[in-house]
């Protein structure tokens, strides 16, 4: 076991470990008072990643080489913000979904999809996700696909029941002595949907 210490502070703690071994990042207090993200290796030592402005930052996640890093950091005004840091471009804010706060809590392992959680203009937390410059409302995007699918099976059961009224008008013998009809079912059991085809024939008996 070994002693990663701090960035000047009385504790630190690690959170996530590079997939290739290389990088490990966490939260450390620091000089100032506050308490910072940190990123270490063992050439470089403890690197302190700093804040958005605050006095605040934690690092979440990092992607499997050790490039991107990702986690949450106060602004001056004390609201919170998820950022994405690498060595070139270091600390960024990645915005909110028009709220004051939001945090990075997950990165893909290439760095280039970023999860966590992001405030609406509502003032309502909702799942988020960051790909470069677009942030992406993942519970309205849930939501949204929930209703289209069930737009989508009103739609088929309708043209269900009128397929069957259709067939059931072209195959009742009436005038004619014999009649064929094709077409399509739909049908659903709770989440299950079965589609078939079905044949129908009729013959009108000459009373004797």
Known sequence: MKDLGTLGGLNS?????????????????????????????DKAGMQDLGTLGG???DAYAVSANGAVIVGKATLADG???????????GMQDL?????????????SADGRVIVGLAETGKGEMHAALW????????????????????????VLDLRNAQLQ??????????????CIAAGTTFSRSGNARNTGANLILAYRLTPQ
């Open 13 to 41: 703690f690690a959170t996530a470990l590079s997939a290739d071994g290389t990088v490990i990042v966490g939260g450390s207090g620091s000089r100032d008072g506050g308490h910072h993200a940190f990123k270490y290796t």
């Open 55 to 57: 006095t605040f930052s």
């Open 79 to 89: 609201n919170e913000r998820a950022f994405r840091y690498t060595d070139k471009s």
């Open 95 to 107: 915005g909110t979904l028009g709220g004051m706060n939001s945090s990075a809590t997950g990165i």
């Open 131 to 154: 790909m470069g410059e677009t942030i992406i409302d993942a519970d309205n995007s849930v939501v949204a696909i929930g209703q289209t699918a069930r737009q989508a099976r009103k």
């Open 165 to 178: 009224v259709l067939m059931r008008q072209d195959c009742e013998p009436g005038v004619r002595r014999f």
